[in-house]
């Protein structure tokens, strides 16, 4: 492999490690054990655990890293992993927004651009956009400077009682989960009136559709709710 092309793999690796661990650690940044980073990135125990070893004492630490209570990035970590985020999210906006991609498509049209576009690039996609806050799958853009504000919602597999509730965000991780959610017409801003759930089937009907829905829990995983008022 050309010099050139090794370096574009391993930042792309890098990327999706610093990517999985913000993830992973959620609004509380909890430490992330490697064991559950395997599994999200459908990689071995051991290359985990090689990589991160490898992130902890690079001469400008991406992440701190111990054996037995698992991982966390450091500030430099964070700072690149959110630009990987707003390269992302900005990227399945302009696809959706602009070349009218189908929702469940952008996903995996964004994983493979997100570790290559310049800093120019990134910047005229968002003024083109109006500098948008939210993407199609109602996931919020980190600013330039890498702030996010928090996000209010719960998944559906959550609730406790019924309700009318808004959909805030729908997950990318599934290309088939999505479209069945959005021939559902479950897409961002929907209204859900929720009539039941576990140990019963979610039951719920979305507005202007009087049939009523049964979901699965698969497809109510996928799916954030907040409060309609
Ligand atoms: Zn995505």
Redesign the pocket.
């Known amino acids: 492999m050309p010099p050139s092309r090794q370096r574009n793999a391993n930042t792309e690796s890098v990327d999706n490690y610093l990517k999985a661990i913000l993830a992973l650690s959620g609004p509380e940044e909890q430490r992330v054990s490697s064991t559950s980073l395997a599994d999200r990135l459908g990689v071995a125990p051991a290359s985990v655990t090689n990589m991160l070893q490898k992130l902890a004492s690079s001469l400008l630490p991406l992440v701190e890293y111990e054996r037995h209570r698992g991982v966390l990035l450091s500030a430099a970590g964070k700072r690149r992993a959110l630009e990987v985020l707003r390269h ?2 900005l990227i ?1 906006t302009f696809l959706y927004e602009v070349l009218d991609y189908p929702l469940e498509e ?2 995996e049209e ?2 493979r651009l997100e570790h290559f576009i310049s800093e120019r690039f990134e910047e005229r996609i968002a003024v083109k956009l109006g500098h948008p806050k939210f ?1 199609p ?1 109602g ?1 919020c853009i980190p600013a330039m400077d890498g702030k996010m504000p928090k996000q209010i919602s719960v998944p559906l597999t959550d609730l406790r009682e019924q309700g009318t509730f808004v959909v805030d965000s729908v997950s ?2 599934d290309a088939l989960l999505l479209r069945r959610l959005r021939a559902h017409g479950i897409t961002p801003g929907a209204r859900l009136q929720v009539a039941s759930r576990p140990p019963d089937d979610f039951v719920l009907r979305t507005s202007g559709v009087s049939k009523a829905l049964h979901l699965s829990r698969d497809l109510a995983a996928a799916v954030r709710i907040r409060s309609a008022h």
């Open positions: 992302h999210r399945e952008v996903h964004a994983e993407d799958h996931h990318d991780q």
